[in-house]
């Protein structure tokens, strides 16, 4: 089975940074995407961040310039880097990522870790 580990969440101030840390671990293949999405209160999910394994990466405009998302395709893990935290950015944040489980199999599902509370005060 495939699992997905976050780390870093907290309480912090507006203003301030925070840094999230993923990392999957199991028995596969290859990674594809990661990325990070995140549930504020009352909210839908929503895609914050993702990279692709030759590092490409994209963003929601609301974290442009805040926000970098990285990877070490080595030890399979993704980071969120967030500064200039603002009180909407509070939310519960999740890691996914596109994994092959079987190298004959060229398919991939996407996992999601069981998310980390972010919570910035005013």
């Known amino acids: 089975q495939v699992q997905l580990v976050e780390s870093g969440g907290g309480l912090v101030q507006a203003g301030g940074s925070l840094r999230l840390s993923c990392a999957a671990s199991?028995?596969?293949?290859?990674?594809?995407?990661m990325g990070w999405s995140r549930q504020g209160p009352g909210k839908q999910r929503e895609l914050v961040a993702t990279i692709t394994p030759d590092g490409s990466t994209n963003y929601v405009d609301s974290v442009k310039g805040r926000f970098t998302i990285s990877r070490d395709n080595a030890k399979n893990t993704v980071a969120l880097q967030m500064n200039s935290l603002k009180p909407e950015d509070t939310a519960v944040y999740y890691c996914?990522?596109?994994?092959?489980?079987?190298?004959?199999?060229?398919?991939?599902?996407?996992?999601w870790g069981q998310g980390t509370q972010v919570t910035v005060s005013s």
């Open positions: 996914n990522a596109d994994v092959r489980k079987l190298a004959i199999i060229a398919r991939y599902n996407t996992y």
């Open positions: 199991g028995s596969f293949f290859s990674i594809n995407a």
